[in-house]
């Protein structure tokens, strides 16, 4: 700190000592070193790390008018200082009804150039954002999942069976846990017939037990009952094959 910059922080010190707390106070010291306008975030209203982002991105050169908003914590304001850095539009995602993963996921799609108003939505979370991102990056049909009622791992079961280009209408129902979802996808990839375990009333581990069934090539109709847990289907199956 040369003179001229001590001279104008001590006298800040002196009129505002009581307002800030030290660590706000090393934020604004840091910006006089920097030769930046610090008045924009020299405000007892913004925490620390709300001023740390301010400052970058008044280090940077950035338009800091774009997110130096209380209503923004400092996660918030980071990704649109890291969009504004980027060169993107961060208008699409510069929504205080957002989560700081939520602007991630609207960023990263637009810096991937996908269609991101497909997500940007406060109704999917961050998790289902994801699965709808990279299903747009993948070239994929996500309108067959893009809905709020899928959670991000049912999103997910539904988005690597277009990977693989099996028929997921078999198991695209919010009904389904996706580990069932993942024991029919399963199926489907080794052709066989879905339509008898395809259904809520099977947990996932009795799935399992006709899957496997079906691929061995048994008869599984003597264990195709959701009344039988999947230890009895396991012994029943063992039997069968012999």
């Known amino acids: 700190m040369d003179k001229i910059e001590e001279l104008k922080y001590n006298e800040f010190i002196k009129e505002n000592k009581n307002k800030f707390n030290n660590e706000q106070l090393f934020q604004i010291e840091k910006g006089i070193n920097s030769d930046i306008d610090y008045s924009i975030y020299a405000k007892p209203e913004f925490d620390w790390l709300q ?25 918030q ?12 539009d961060v208008s699409l995602y510069s929504n205080v009804n957002f989560s700081s993963d939520q602007m991630l996921e609207i960023r990263l799609g ?13 109704e999917f ?6 699965e709808i991102r990279l299903g747009l990056e993948e070239k994929l049909d996500v309108s067959l999942y893009a809905s709020p009622e899928y959670e991000y791992e049912q999103m997910k079961q539904l988005r690597y069976g277009l990977i693989e280009k099996v028929d997921i209408s078999y198991y695209a129902n919010n009904n389904l846990e996706p580990d069932q979802m993942r024991q029919i ?3 489907l990839n080794k052709g066989i017939d879905v339509s008898l375990y395809n259904s809520p009333d099977f947990n996932y581990l009795q799935m399992s037990q006709i899957r496997i069934g079906l691929e ?7 264990y195709l009952n959701p009344g039988i847990n999947w230890e009895e289907m396991e012994n029943m199956r063992f039997l069968i094959k012999g």
């Open 216 to 222: 061995d090539g048994i008869d599984v109709s003597s």
């Open 77 to 88: 304001m980071q990704e649109i200082r890291v969009g504004l850095k980027h060169n993107i």
């Open 125 to 130: 979370d961050d998790g289902q954002m994801s």
């Open 51 to 75: 001023m740390e982002e301010i400052r970058f991105g008044l280090e940077q050169n950035l338009d800091v008018s774009l997110y130096s908003d209380i209503n923004y914590d400092w996660t």
């Open 110 to 122: 637009l810096e991937n150039n996908v269609n991101v108003s497909i997500y940007a939505k406060p």
């Open 185 to 187: 996808r399963w199926g």
